[in-house]
């Protein structure tokens, strides 16, 4: 929130309204505002329009050992019901006791409506889990790429659950958006690589929605 003084009184303006600054008796709408801090000059205020939404996946690059078809089966993260099966696609069997074994697939993304401007809370998001019909695992690793044309930007590693859906997210850094010069060519790459407890175990890893997220 941020005060102006109109008439004589303080008013509240938000960013929907903008802020202006009164330049040789006319009104005029700041683009940018700054403050120094310690020494350095810090944005406080943009008045450029962010892209608030979902971009979805539109396209395969590689499906690997997950089943197809891929991306039409995943690209609506706004589905009234997200873990429904007939809206899901699932890897290969998962039943290697002596070494991990790794399952990905790689999706083109929808372009956004309109540009994004940086300024955005940009996060790539995977609903995902292991299905266990015996068993358990020993290795559960899950890794969320995305890659501008094929150049990486950025990786998250984290796990994958077992049992029940679950959202993953990869939150994109200040230089991680600063990177992107080109928000038309995104895609997104998802990884599990397990491992399973004993000899007879299985599962099969589960994926309903992939998205990039922007708030």
């Not at 992107?180 to 004993?198: A, P």
Request: charged share 25%.
């Amino acid at each position: 929130m941020t005060h102006v003084r109109d008439a004589g009184t303080w008013k509240e303006v938000t960013a929907a309204n903008g802020m202006w600054v009164r330049d040789a008796g006319i009104w005029k709408p700041l683009t940018d505002a700054w403050v120094r801090d310690g020494g350095t000059w810090k944005k406080f205020f943009t008045g450029e329009t962010q892209f608030i939404g979902s971009i979805n996946p539109d396209g395969n690059i590689q499906t690997s050992d997950w089943s197809t078809p891929l991306w039409e089966k995943i690209s609506d993260s706004q589905q009234s019901e997200p873990d429904d099966a007939t809206t899901q696609t699932t890897s290969s069997s998962i039943q290697n006791a002596d070494n991990p074994e790794s399952f990905d697939f790689e999706v083109t993304m929808s372009n956004p409506a309109t540009t994004p401007v940086g300024s955005e809370t940009v996060k790539v998001r995977v609903r995902i889990y292991v299905d266990m019909s015996l068993g358990s695992l020993i290795e559960d690793d899950l890794k969320i790429q995305l890659k501008q044309g094929t150049t990486v930007k950025a990786t998250r590693n984290t796990s994958v659950n077992t049992g029940s859906y679950s959202t993953k997210a990869l939150t994109l850094s200040q230089a991680e958006k600063d990177s992107i010069t080109d928000w038309n060519d995104l895609r997104v790459l998802i990884e599990i690589n397990c491992q399973v407890t004993d000899e007879g175990d299985e599962g099969v890893g589960k994926c309903t929605w992939v998205d990039i997220n922007f708030s």
